[in-house]
């Protein structure tokens, strides 16, 4: 059975310091690594498509990154709009798309 | 620039009654998706469709009919609702399956009392 799992669940930073969400996958079969990120009361916004190991993306101050086991959704000095749970997920074999429990983050200025 | 749109927005039914939800996408995507998110679960997906006239059952598909009659639409009936539906739906599409992500609408905020 395909699980991806998210941590932390939950992180506070201050404005400005950079720090790494984390998502670890047992799937069979990878054929994308999906990032969302999701404000309260709205649906999933589409960040990141990696589809191989060692692959990375960046977007204004978030890169994400891939191995066999897991992904990394870096922060870059964040602000206090960067606030919202992020969601990983990942898609295998069977192409249906199996999704982490979020994190949640919190920037404080 | 819609998008994928989803009504109503929030609804509050008694435990028995019927409703459909509606999802509508503009984007001429041929998959879409129709997910629950409750706190502590992430989403998980109910039903599914991979084009207009076939829908397929995804991880909780129990207490839920779908149906897609056009291409554009996917409907949610809950025939009898329960308490444990109480939750927020996504709907979701994509052009096809394979490596595309999958764009949301902004959910359905349902209480079942």
């Known amino acids: 059975e395909d699980q991806v799992t998210q941590s932390p669940e939950a992180l506070r930073l201050q404005e400005g310091e950079s720090s790494s969400l984390n998502c670890s996958y047992t799937?069979?079969?990878?054929?994308?690594l999906f990032w969302y990120r999701q404000d309260p009361g709205k649906g999933p916004e589409f960040l990141f498509t990696?589809?191989?190991a060692g692959e990375e993306k960046e977007k204004e101050r978030l890169k994400a990154t891939l191995t066999k086991k897991e992904s990394f959704l870096h922060i870059t000095a964040p602000k206090p709009e960067d606030s919202a749970t992020y969601l990983c997920?990942?898609?295998?074999?069977?192409?249906?798309?199996?999704f982490g429990k979020g994190t949640l983050l919190t920037v404080n200025p | 620039n819609a998008g994928v749109t989803q009504t109503p927005k929030f609804r509050v039914l008694k435990t028995g009654q019927s409703m459909t939800l509606l999802c509508a996408q503009d984007?001429?995507?041929?998959?879409m998706y129709w997910y629950r998110q409750d706190p502590g679960m992430g989403l998980r997906l109910i039903h599914y469709?991979?084009?207009?006239?076939?829908?397929a059952k995804g991880e909780v598909p129990d207490g839920y009919n779908v149906s897609r009659l056009k291409k554009q639409n996917f409907l949610l009936g809950l025939e009898s609702a329960a308490p444990s539906q109480t939750s927020v739906y996504f709907c979701?599409?994509?052009?096809?399956?394979?490596?595309?992500?999958?764009?949301f609408g902004d959910g359905t905020r349902l209480s079942i009392l």
């Open positions: 979701a599409s994509v052009m096809t399956g394979v490596n595309q992500p999958q764009h």
């Open positions: 799937v069979s079969g990878l054929r994308g």
């Open positions: 984007m001429n995507h041929e998959y």
């Open positions: 469709s991979v084009g207009e006239g076939t829908t």
């Open positions: 990696l589809y191989s």
């Open positions: 997920a990942a898609r295998g074999s069977n192409y249906k798309l199996t």
